[in-house]
């Protein structure tokens, strides 16, 4: 997705490219609102539009774009909901600060990775997996159950077998972590599970934009199912913690130019 496209949406941009990609887009009025919404957060989390922007009124969005107010309409309540956009009498619909974003909302993840990633939000994610999730694998150890540990070995195996490239390896990834959140029987940790899982698929999938995967993190995965598996917390812990800086560190590898 093109980032300079994505951000045509407020006052002060141009409209003109739009009205063929939308067409390309008609079908179910869910379908057609959700594309809008994606163009419009992708704009929204790569700077296009910054906090306090005024973003067009449903009519002059509509007739430029070609769609129904109606699909507008959806869009900015989906935008809304996930604390992007607030829409006034009057006033029209402005660009939320940015403490109001619902950024542990997977498609707002999503969005923030449809171009280069804000770095802030970057180190705010591995910061939040790095208080998370060696707690979480400590707890999964210590409370893990046969069938838990058997279906984290099937998601190591099947990252093994498809490699983090791949779609396949990288859905088995999110299955991966998604097990441990689930392992440690506590509802609260459990309920981050989707955001865990879609921030470990975004940052992976962005390592991969510009070239291979620096090294192969599998090894990491390996040795945190080896803790849990032997129901050693401590080792499971530290594993994790080491997981998510050498992860963190294969990122800041990605963001960099390379000469």
């Known amino acids: 997705m093109a980032i300079a496209a994505a951000g045509a949406f407020s006052d002060h941009h141009a409209m003109s490219d739009f009205p063929e990609a939308a067409r390309t887009l008609r079908g179910p009025g869910r379908r057609?609102?959700?594309?809008?919404?994606?163009?419009?957060?992708v704009a929204i989390l790569s700077g296009e539009h910054a906090p306090g922007d005024i973003l067009s009124g449903e009519v002059a969005f509509s007739e430029q774009l070609d769609v129904s107010r109606g699909a507008y309409r959806e869009a900015m309540q989906a935008?809304?909901?996930?604390?992007?956009?607030?829409?006034?009498?009057?006033?029209?619909?402005?660009?939320?600060?940015?403490?109001?974003?619902?950024?542990?909302?997977?498609?707002?993840?999503?969005?923030?990775?449809?171009?280069?990633?804000?770095?802030?939000?970057?180190?705010?994610?591995?910061e939040l997996r790095?208080?998370?999730?060696?707690?979480?694998?400590?707890?999964?150890?210590?409370?893990?159950s046969d069938e838990e540990l058997?279906?984290?070995?099937?998601?190591?195996?099947?990252?093994?077998?498809?490699?983090?490239?791949?779609d396949e390896g990288r859905a088995a990834d999110r299955d991966f972590h998604d097990l441990i959140l689930k392992a440690t029987q506590n509802d609260a940790l459990t309920t981050l599970s989707a955001s865990i899982g879609a921030a470990v698929n975004w940052t992976t999938?962005?390592?991969?934009?510009?070239?291979?995967?620096?090294?192969?993190?599998?090894?990491?995965?390996?040795?945190?199912y080896d803790a849990i598996a032997a129901?050693?917390?401590?080792?499971?812990?530290?594993?994790?913690?080491?997981?998510?800086?050498?992860?963190?560190?294969?990122?800041?590898?990605?963001?960099?130019?390379?000469?």
């Open 79 to 126: 935008l809304a909901a996930k604390g992007l956009v607030e829409s006034r009498p009057k006033t029209g619909t402005r660009v939320l600060p940015r403490h109001r974003w619902n950024l542990l909302d997977p498609a707002v993840l999503a969005w923030a990775f449809a171009g280069e990633p804000d770095p802030r939000l970057v180190r705010s994610l591995f």
């Open 150 to 166: 058997a279906q984290m070995k099937a998601a190591l195996d099947l990252m093994d077998r498809h490699t983090l490239a791949t």
């Open 130 to 144: 790095a208080v998370i999730e060696p707690a979480a694998a400590r707890m999964a150890a210590e409370r893990r």
């Open 205 to 224: 999938e962005f390592k991969q934009r510009a070239r291979d995967l620096p090294r192969n993190p599998i090894p990491d995965h390996a040795r945190v």
């Open 32 to 41: 057609l609102h959700g594309s809008i919404a994606h163009r419009i957060g």
């Open 231 to 259: 129901q050693d917390g401590a080792a499971a812990e530290a594993a994790m913690r080491d997981l998510v800086t050498l992860a963190l560190d294969d990122t800041h590898s990605a963001m960099t130019p390379q000469p």
